[in-house]
């Protein structure tokens, strides 16, 4: 095991969401060091998280005895559309954010050159390079989380697309008049397998007279939404038949995402990752791999590996620190 | 205008189609010379066909007044998953071919290097180099005709993927628990908006009572199934409000496809062509493109071009000779 070295040859992943921010410590082989947690306090505006942020960083390097002056680089991850040449998040809806130049704050408050990029992106790139060693010529990256996104991996490296927005695949139409999403429209795959999807069948099954153990679980005040992906494992576990039904589901329709995009990019690995997989692999992976392959063409999915990210939730750190390492180069 | 050289330096593109062959000749610079065409008569077996293709080459070069010594080499579509390497057609269902070593019998029978893509692909190269002039980056083609199939340029080159098979955009599921598809799924994008779709969903309305114009326009023994989609055009314009509605979903249809296409991949140009875009695109395109801007995430569809391609069913034979010519380099 190599020992971390006294030169500037640290890298550190930042993972920026809605609620909190995580950054983790790695030697140029990738090797965790240490991390930080923070929330993310966006209601306090951009100049005060960009603070946070740095702070965030701060404690992972001193969380680990290391210090600032090691670091030869940072990836950031953030739920945005990214202007990745000028390292600006061009919109972020979770955090309130347009045209917020993160880079240049946040190199102005570390000192230590700074990449941005999309979160979904940054995820595919720590799950293809930190899991997998860069191996795969071609891999999605599928996220079920709070919301469903993704990122794809062409030739070896970050597809972005022309517009910089590729991955988008949590709306992906699924079902044409299918429930409403977030976004507006109707039948996206976010709208059919996203933990805030899954809460909302729940509990419209709920209101309509089914039974779930998860009403016992809500605290005061609370509503389904308030509950975690663990919440549904533990239900499941405890023979709940209506959250066993629509976990069935969401994994059918993400079966159903993922023979589209074989289908139609045909890629060599796909790869499902978040917290609603983290949670759940164990009741929905074998539906979606038996889905999949179901409503693959014939030939399509040959040698094709549909497989489940071990990151967890480190995902993103670790491909910021991929970022990082790579455009050092 | 150059005229035809004397050196051995034409390229012929074949599009071999489940009812008919086109060979088409052309120059270094993708001029279209002369072009001949015979049914496929697949029934009479693979060698019948390969000498049908064969003489349909030697028809287009005669009637441009060449020789055949002054073809350089061959390139051709197939409705089919293709090994290209190998030049064999692994499995084509409406030709019913497996494993047909069309490369080998084809260059014995005209002793002229032959190369083989899939029939969307080829499509896709042809309307990419020759009618775009291989400017798009990225670009994705979607070509409406019996069937629906597409291909992918990425990096300004044919993206194949991991087994060769990419551009099913055909069975990109739009729908789940949709209408019945060919290939045995449901609610297929091509089991919306293909002609062998439409036609059945008109039947079905008709059956249950609406009115259309085509019924006046069958021949004795004629079912719906065997008009065409210039049939529709006319139905459109005589007033026919069943065939017009029809129509107008599958063009919503379309433009979710499209959407999803750019939510996903995000490639430069989104191309629209095959037989039912040619004959209805006067009715079709505005809808396609206001309902798949509509349906894209904002930021996505920035700068984005949504195109009708005017090659119509040319497009396969200048694939043809582009794929030739790239080979040849």
């Not at 240490?34 to 966006?42: N, V």
């Amino acid at each position: 095991m190599p020992e971390p070295s006294s030169k500037q040859d640290l890298l550190v992943g930042i993972d920026l969401g809605g609620t909190k921010i995580m950054a983790g410590i790695f030697t140029p082989q990738l090797k965790l060091l240490g991390t930080s947690k923070l929330s993310t306090k966006s209601g306090r505006g951009f100049d005060a998280v960009v603070d946070r942020i740095a702070r965030t960083v701060r404690d992972a390097v001193d969380e680990s005895d290391l210090s600032l002056k090691q670091v030869r680089g940072i990836g950031i991850g953030a739920p945005a559309t990214i202007d990745p040449e000028k390292g600006e998040v061009i919109f972020a809806p979770n955090l309130g954010w347009k045209n917020a130049p993160l880079r240049r704050e946040l190199e102005k408050a570390l000192e230590i050159p700074v990449f941005v990029e999309n979160d979904c992106n940054i995820c595919t790139l720590g799950v293809h390079e930190a899991e997998l060693q860069g191996k795969p010529r071609s891999m999605v990256g599928i996220f079920l989380g709070t919301g469903i996104g993704g990122g794809i991996i062409l030739d070896g490296k970050l597809h972005s697309g022309f517009n910089r927005t590729a991955g988008e695949i949590g709306h992906m139409i699924l079902q044409v008049g299918g429930p409403k999403c977030g976004c507006g429209n109707r039948g996206c795959f976010e709208a059919l397998a996203s933990r805030i999807s899954i809460f909302r069948e729940i509990e419209d099954r709920i209101k309509e007279g089914g039974k779930s153990v998860l009403t016992e679980m809500l605290g005061p005040g609370e509503t389904y939404r308030d509950l975690k992906s663990g919440d549904l494992r533990k239900a499941i576990r405890k023979g709940d038949k209506l959250v066993e039904k629509v976990i069935e589901e969401a994994a059918e329709y993400t079966g159903i995402a993922v023979a589209n995009v074989l289908n139609f990019l045909n890629p060599q690995v796909v790869v499902l990752g978040g917290g609603v997989i983290d949670a759940l692999s164990d009741e929905m992976m074998s539906i979606i791999l038996e889905t999949a392959r179901d409503y693959c063409m014939p030939g399509v999915d040959n040698n094709i590996e549909i497989v489940e990210s071990r990151l967890g939730d480190l995902a993103g750190i670790h491909g910021g620190a991929v970022l990082a390492r790579q455009r050092l180069k």
